[in-house]
């Protein structure tokens, strides 16, 4: 019923700033913590940043003060501002959210399908 869609991915040049995208669409859902999670090659899954539906944040250390993640509520979407990139950072990127529907009145995690960021020296 409520799908992830990520977007802002590619490639980029080391010290850039795209910006990630990821809108959850579907109907009759609310969206509580949303956060960003990556994966490098040969690596596990991580958290980069989370958000709060009252927009508290936690950030991993690597990405302190170089990633920002944000959300519009009425658009159901979130956003990870990432600026001075390393080529460390070069990851499958995440979309991950908490979503409350009908039928899991409780909530569940979602995830999105994931959008490549290679940074290049």
């Known amino acids: 019923q409520v799908q992830l869609v990520e977007s802002g991915g590619g490639l980029v040049q080391a010290g850039g700033s795209p910006r990630l995208s990821c809108a959850a669409s579907?109907?009759?859902?609310?969206?509580?913590?949303m956060a960003w999670y990556r994966q490098a090659p040969g690596k596990q899954r991580e958290l980069v940043a989370a958000?709060?539906?009252?927009?508290?944040?936690n950030y991993a250390d690597s990405v302190q003060g170089r990633f920002t993640i944000s959300r519009d509520n009425t658009k159901n979407t979130e956003y990870l501002q990432m600026n001075s990139l390393k080529p460390e950072d070069t990851a499958v990127y995440y979309c991950?959210?908490?979503?409350?529907?009908?039928?899991?009145?409780?909530?569940?995690?979602?995830w999105g399908q994931g959008t490549q960021v290679t940074v290049s020296a």
């Open positions: 991950h959210a908490w979503i409350i529907t009908y039928s899991d009145y409780k909530g569940r995690e979602y």
């Open positions: 579907g109907s009759s859902f609310s969206v509580n913590t």
């Open positions: 958000i709060s539906s009252g927009g508290d944040t």
